[in-house]
């Protein structure tokens, strides 16, 4: 299946916006949901990730604590993303990824165990 992540755009400094992450034809309920950015010349890094319907656990990256919300929708197939206080540094490509597992917790950050990706949404925070 295939993930269509939007919701980016341009925001001023201290704005907020609210990424989306929509599954084109499976149920997401089994997997495992993450969001991930990937800034010009660095790696991409994880921002948080959110587990299946049996432990919907969440685990952020230090970085977006208090600042992002991850969410999901099981009726809408859909994952969110809520990011308040945007900051320039913030500014970078976003994804959002998917795999089935049970697995939830800081091993959610990482790119090596997700096998469905978006196509990512640009993010651009002015100063």
């Known amino acids: 299946f295939q993930l269509q992540a939007s919701g980016g755009g341009l925001v001023q400094s201290g704005g907020s916006l609210r990424l989306s992450c929509l599954a084109s034809e499976s149920a997401l309920e089994d997997y495992l949901v993450g969001w991930f950015r990937q800034a010009p010349g660095k790696e991409r890094e994880g921002i948080a990730c959110?587990?299946?319907?049996?432990?919907?656990?969440?685990y952020y990256a230090n970085f977006a604590k208090g600042r992002f919300t991850v969410s999901r929708d099981y009726a809408e197939n859909s994952v969110y993303l809520q990011m308040n206080n945007l900051k320039p540094e913030d500014t970078a490509v976003y994804y959002c990824?998917?795999?089935?597992?049970?697995?939830?917790?800081?091993?959610?950050?990482?790119?090596?165990?997700?096998?469905?990706w978006g196509q990512g949404t640009q993010v651009t925070v002015s100063s």
């Open positions: 990824a998917a795999v089935r597992t049970n697995f939830w917790g800081s091993h959610g950050l990482n790119t090596a165990p997700y096998d469905h």
């Open positions: 959110m587990g299946n319907v049996r432990s919907n656990g969440t």
